[in-house]
């Protein structure tokens, strides 16, 4: 349906921009029409599309991709500490920043392909997540996490807790209190992070359209189909890989810093192994080296993890009252394993279904639906894969 | 006639097993050179001392007077050495245009190029040159489908295309026509010839003595590892030496 026809590209462009920017109301029927949970199907959006450009283009599985989405994070709070609230030099400190760390990381880890290189990311990563509990605690202010301070008004002595904001004061910008994001005067909260994030969604969703038509994502997919084949028609993949590893860590870096931007507060817990594990779930649920799957899986997951994880046990019982009791207390007993702090164990059997019966993902499901309806009219006769 | 590929005792052990034993051989430009042997003689082996598999133990090769061995495969590759393989080493998932598109564009843009915003599409002139291979193998009309799809036989036709449109100096070719019916082999025959023209020296290693004699211009016999014989088609028909190494006796 959406083969590398530039018109046709453009068209579906259009189309995901539109949904995209009316999703507070497209979506508000089931219940999602408010910021703080569709700018999280922005952000993880951004960090799957990007993911998907190293695993889902390359078949490279990396573990350790939440390392770059804290340093991201970091880095834009750092920004908001040392220079300004406009969130343009943090978003912009924090893509170079994560860019360079994915850049070294890449470098050593992709020595290594298969397992052993998801062994080598998940490593570095967890590295990272200690690191900044530990000897990093400077940089990080480790378990408290880093947060945005008052400016200080006397000398500073301690940037952790004593902003500065250069930039800012340089300009003249009064502070009362503690400043929230800012772009040119215009705080970034509520609907208007919202739209941030949409936007730079929409922006991170063309460049990755654009590598997956270019020569560069054919050379990707063809690492993954047959990588011995390609060396020895005169291609060197490792730079290939290393590029498509560092536009995927920049990528986790944005997602990092709009996660700052939209809550200016950065915390280890975010390069832990299970964050990783995470945007690799929603690349596969939603589809993997498709175009549209990674942001439909971290939707998906996004919504249902709002949901379950708001459900406990008194709602049950609320929901099953009419039931007789101990009929009741055991249903109860057995559904709130999967509701609330334990929503992760739904996700797992989402999961599960997903991988057996539906390998390709949600994409895979709509495109056979698809199918269906237009096999009467048309013999498909396999030529055409759907790539969107 | 000039030497294109100079192989100067080559050595080459597994273990124990000594697979290639003092090999010698000359390559002249612009010859097609069969090289023939029982199984396990230790052809395969010797190609991948060529384009960078495998490295020998002692000897050397040189390729238009270049010293080749230690090289990675794809810079060997773009020295001008292309390979069809034993079994076929394509792009499964991709389409059979892409398969093509490929070694195209590593052919115009080198072993690496960040070309990441530029349109495939846009690619025109390379695209029809690939539209151009795949018809002058036949495959034309199956363009847009997965090659994981193709028989056999079409798939060394796919892989003879991806090296073709590279225009290689060299051109190794490892049983072309292995699983192909006969009318395919022939087909494959007279593509080659037609390839021929164009001034690619090929090495050909190949079990069925047909397309071996309708092809090569010079024939070396590889037993256990070491050539045994080396000639023109009629020198090696009447040998006995090869006969009796390759045939068990029986006539060529
Ligand atoms: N990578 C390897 N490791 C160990 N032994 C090998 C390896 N490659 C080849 N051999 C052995 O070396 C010998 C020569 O193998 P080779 O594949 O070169 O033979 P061949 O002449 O191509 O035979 P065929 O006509 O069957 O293709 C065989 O005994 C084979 O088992
Ligand atoms: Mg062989």
Redesign the pocket.
């Known amino acids: 349906m959406f083969k590398r026809n530039a018109r046709q590209d453009l068209i579906f462009f259009l189309v995901f921009s539109a949904f995209v920017l009316s999703m507070p109301v497209l979506l508000a029927p089931i219940g999602a029409g408010y910021p703080d949970l569709l700018q999280k199907f922005a952000i993880y959006g951004l960090f799957a599309i990007g993911f998907n450009i190293l695993f889902g283009l390359t078949g490279y599985l990396s573990f350790g991709h939440a390392a770059f989405l804290g340093v991201g994070s970091y880095a834009a709070v750092w920004m908001f500490k040392l220079l300004t609230m406009n969130v343009i030099p943090a978003i912009v400190f924090a893509v170079i920043i994560s860019g360079l760390f994915a850049l070294a990381i890449g470098y050593v880890s992709l020595k290594r392909s298969g397992i052993y290189f998801s062994i080598l990311t998940l490593a570095f990563a967890e590295m990272s997540y200690k690191l900044a509990y530990s000897v990093l605690t400077p940089l990080t202010n480790g378990e408290t996490g880093l947060q945005v301070k008052l400016r200080a008004s006397g000398p500073v002595t301690d940037l952790i807790n004593q902003d500065v904001r250069v930039l800012d004061a340089a300009m003249g910008i009064e502070e009362n209190g503690i400043p929230a994001p800012s772009l040119f005067g215009l705080e970034i909260t509520g609907w208007q992070a919202f739209y941030l994030c949409a936007v730079m969604l929409i922006a991170g969703f063309y460049i990755a359209m654009r590598i997956n038509r270019s020569s560069f994502g054919m050379m990707l997919r063809a690492i993954k189909s047959n990588q011995n084949r390609l060396n020895y028609t005169g291609v060197y993949p490792r730079p290939y890989l290393l590029a498509a590893f560092t536009i995927s860590g920049m990528y986790a870096g944005l997602a990092g810093a709009l996660l700052a931007v939209t809550d200016p507060l950065a915390g280890a817990e975010r390069m832990q192994w299970t964050a990783s594990g995470e945007v690799v779930l929603m690349t596969i649920l939603g589809g993997a080296g498709t175009l549209l799957g990674p942001f439909l899986g971290a939707a998906v997951i996004k919504y249902f993890e709002n949901i379950f994880s708001a459900i406990n046990e008194n709602s049950l019982h609320a929901v099953l009252s009419f039931l007789p009791d101990p009929v009741e207390n055991a249903l109860v007993s057995v559904l709130s394993m999967f509701v609330g702090e334990g929503w992760h164990l739904t996700l797992g059997l989402l999961f599960m279904l997903i991988v057996i019966f539906l390998p390709g993902g949600l994409i895979e499901g709509f495109n056979r639906l698809i199918g269906l309806f237009t096999r009467s009219r048309k013999q498909t006769t396999g030529e055409n894969r759907e790539e969107a | 006639m000039a030497a294109i590929l100079q192989i100067t005792d080559v050595n080459k052990s ?2 124990g ?1 000594r ?1 290639l034993w003092d090999v010698n051989l000359t390559v002249e430009e612009g010859t097609v050179h069969a090289i023939i ?10 190609l ?1 001392c060529l384009v960078g598999r ?1 490295k020998p133990d002692t000897g050397s090769v040189t390729f238009e007077g270049r010293p080749i061995i230690g090289l990675p495969p794809h810079r060997i590759n773009q020295l001008g050495i292309a390979r069809v393989f ?1 079994t076929p080493e394509i792009f499964e998932d991709l389409t059979l245009l892409d398969n093509v598109l490929i070694p195209a564009m590593a052919k115009e843009d080198g072993a690496f190029r960040l070309n990441a915003w530029q349109r495939v599409t846009r690619r025109r002139a390379l695209i029809e040159e690939a539209e151009h291979i795949l018809e002058d193998v036949g495959l034309a009309d199956q363009r847009h489908r997965i090659a994981a799809a193709l028989s056999r036989g079409d798939k060394r036709r796919l892989e003879l295309a991806m090296c073709l449109i590279q225009k290689p100096k060299l051109l190794l070719l ?2 072309p026509t292995a699983g192909m019916s006969r009318a395919d082999t022939n087909n494959t025959i007279e593509l080659l010839k037609k390839i021929g023209e164009k001034g690619i020296t090929k090495i050909i ?1 190949e ?1 069925d003595m047909h397309v071996v004699f309708s092809l090569a211009h010079r024939i070396s016999v ?1 037993a256990r ?1 070491t050539f045994i014989a080396d000639g023109t088609p009629d020198e090696i028909k009447g040998d006995p030496k090869v006969q009796e190494a390759y045939l068990g006796g029986a006539h060529l």
């Open positions: 597994f273990g097993l697979a042997g029982p199984n396990g003689a230790g052809k395969s082996t010797l991948n495998l034993q490892d049983e290693i079990h590889l590892g």
